[in-house]
């Protein structure tokens, strides 16, 4: 298939789609696994006014014998569980939502590319009860669209340039920064415009209190390399709980590595950069598995990281997971959910 040569990211999208519906006093019913198309919603919808919409993202991945398989998908259903308790929606079982996404891989398994490329996931829910009031909806539609992508960033697995944001937050304690919904999105898209007017390829959030600590990126977590090893990581609560966070963790300290959650600033990252302390910083993500940071701009400057190059850390860990995820470096965690 040519269009699988070359399919960008999030631009071309297979033949079909699962949904699920949920009602009150009905549960989860009308399973069923069909033809792409359009929905049809009424204008009173309350997701178009209201936002009670949450999403995951995942890949299923061809391996090099030619195998299917997903990564971790039961952590993808768990944190769909998790953002739907947060967003007051009803609660899909897990294997209902991992019976979804396999269905649709089975079926639309000639899409997912070979090589460097995956078949990206989508599942996702939205309140569609038509009303106008602020309550939690009574009905709801869950589906899982799928899309052949390649790269997420031109250039592969160059380094990347951050914009540090001072004029905006994404998260506050209290509030939805764990929980995987759109609204948390649609927040930091002016600040990923403002990233993009800097020359820069992504937005780097700090802390709603003090504008001092760093969070996360726009879309993928945040991971700094000291000098002496240690791989220091922001800690969650206001932050996505990622799932290639979560594994990056647990590989890097399987290479012996020390990896500590705690809490970093944006000043200290800057004098650690000048001083030489720091050595790399890489952001991580489904989309874009492991993406090297080299350079930094702010409201007052710019440094760079690691010389602008990919540091050998980023580069081990990167080749680890791909690996593992490929099939073609062993899965000592059993992380790999395989598609009959």
């Not at 899309?147 to 001072?166: L, Q, R, T």
Request: proline share 5%; with cysteine.
């Amino acid at each position: 298939m040519q269009r699988l040569e070359n399919p960008g990211f999030g631009r071309i999208f297979t033949d079909h789609m699962v949904t699920v519906s949920w009602e009150a006093g009905k549960s989860w019913h009308d399973a069923s696994v069909r033809e792409r198309t359009p929905f049809q919603l009424d204008p009173a919808s309350a997701v178009l006014h209201y936002a009670q919409e949450i999403f995951e993202g995942m890949k299923a991945y061809r391996t090099e014998k030619g195998g299917i398989v997903l990564f971790r998908p039961e952590e993808n259903a768990r944190r769909f569980r998790s953002s739907a308790e947060r967003m007051a929606m009803p609660v899909m079982p897990e294997e209902m939502f991992l019976t979804a996404i396999e269905e649709l891989v089975r079926i639309d398994r000639d899409w997912i590319p070979s090589g460097e490329g995956s078949l990206y996931l989508r599942p996702f829910m939205f309140a569609d009860e038509a009303f106008l009031g602020v309550r939690p909806a009574t009905r709801y539609t869950f589906c899982v669209i799928a899309s052949p992508v390649g790269a997420y960033f031109k250039g592969g697995a160059k380094p990347i340039s951050v914009w540090v944001s001072d004029a905006y937050s994404r998260a506050a304690p209290g509030g939805t920064g764990a929980a995987k919904c759109g609204g948390n999105y649609a927040a930091s898209l002016i600040a990923q415009a403002q990233a993009a007017e800097k020359g820069c390829d992504q937005v780097v959030f700090l802390d709603a209190a003090e504008h001092r600590w760093v969070e996360e990126l726009g879309g993928m977590n945040i991971f700094f390399v000291m000098e002496d090893g240690t791989i220091v990581t922001p800690p969650l609560g206001t932050i996505l709980p990622g799932i290639t966070r979560a594994s990056l963790m647990i590989l890097a300290r399987d290479a012996g590595m020390r990896v500590e959650e705690k809490a970093y600033s944006f000043d200290q990252w800057q004098d650690d950069a000048a001083r030489g302390r720091l050595r790399e910083a890489f952001a991580c993500g489904t989309a874009a598995v492991v993406a090297p940071i080299g350079n930094v701009r702010h409201a007052h400057g710019e440094f760079s990281i690691a010389g602008g190059e990919v540091g050998p850390v980023t580069r081990k860990l990167r080749e680890t997971l791909v690996g593992i995820q490929k099939g073609s470096q062993a899965d000592a965690h059993g992380w790999l959910h395989v598609i009959a």
